[in-house]
């Protein structure tokens, strides 16, 4: 059974960081994208980054480049979200995904898998 777990939310100050771990397990995700999403209450789920399978190529959202850093550890069948600078808009369920499909551009590849989501709070 494939399973991506989050980990890492919490409550943070305006300005203030958080890192965001992603773990697979139940198949190996080496060598294909995986991405983070997030939902905002009462918003559509949205795409904020993704890291190619190798890890050479990202893709940010707009409201996140400069802020967010997306990256991996193949070894460790994992993905990361170092977010700073954080806003009081980031507030939202953050989503970890996978795609077994490959391709560019990530932000618009079909991801198959899904964790269950971990809470981002920025208080102003």
């Known amino acids: 059974q494939v399973q991506l777990v989050e980990s890492g939310g919490g409550l943070v100050q305006a300005g203030g960081s958080l890192r965001l771990s992603c773990a697979a397990s139940?198949?190996?995700?080496?060598?294909?994208?995986m991405a983070w999403f997030r939902q905002a209450p009462g918003k559509e789920r949205e795409f904020a980054a993704a890291?190619?399978?190798?890890?050479?190529?990202?893709s940010y959202a707009d409201s996140v480049k400069g802020r967010f850093t997306i990256s991996r550890d193949n070894a460790k069948n994992s993905v990361y979200l170092q977010m700073n600078s954080l806003k009081p808009e980031d507030t939202a369920v953050y989503y970890c995904?996978?795609?077994?499909?490959?391709?560019?551009?990530?932000?618009?590849?079909?991801?198959?898998?899904w964790g269950q989501g971990t809470q981002v709070t920025v208080s102003s």
């Open positions: 995904a996978a795609s077994t499909r490959g391709g560019f551009p990530l932000r618009s590849l079909i991801y198959e898998y």
């Open positions: 139940g198949r190996t995700f080496s060598g294909y994208p």
């Open positions: 890291i190619s399978g190798r890890g050479g190529s990202t």
